[in-house]
């Protein structure tokens, strides 16, 4: 059995007002070298919860999570550099830095949860489990 992580991903569309729906989940097994995120818009549910919600924008936010996830959302740019502490050090492209980048607490239409975990033997499986779990 392997460790994993995962995340929900929300749908807030007034971050002022914290209200959301759960409309993905990102799963990650480093074991395994799985990143992998599941989602679904149930549209007639989101336009009744916000009426001026632009679906559109919402699809290509959770496509771009899909491309996160597969390391080609950044392809033609290069890994890069950063600055720290210590110096400057390359950046590396690898599942957990982009689980990092997607995990990462954001105040957008489109946000993670609280990071849970859990053991699985088979990550695409549990992805599946999860995500009919906590989006249905």
Not at 24 to 52: M, T
Not at 60 to 88: K, M, N, P, Q, W
Not at 107 to 114: I, W
Request: hydrophobic share 45%; charged share 20%; glycine share 8%.
């Amino acid at each position: 059995m392997d460790a994993y992580q995962y995340v929900v991903l929300r749908c807030v569309p007034r971050p002022e007002r914290e209200e959301f729906l759960n409309v993905g989940v990102v799963l990650y097994c480093p074991e395994q070298k799985f990143l992998a995120a599941r989602w679904a818009l149930e549209e007639a549910r989101l336009s009744a919860f916000a009426p001026d919600l632009d679906l559109a924008h919402v699809r290509a936010g959770l496509e771009s999570i899909d491309l996160i996830c597969a390391g080609t959302a950044h392809a033609g740019f290069g890994a890069g550099v950063r600055a720290t502490a210590y110096g400057i050090r390359a950046l590396v492209d690898n599942e957990s830095a982009r689980f990092g980048l997607l995990k990462a607490p954001k105040s957008t239409v489109l946000q993670p949860g609280p990071v849970h975990g859990g053991v699985t033997a088979d990550a695409a499986i549990e992805l599946d489990r999860v995500f009919t779990h906590q989006v249905g």
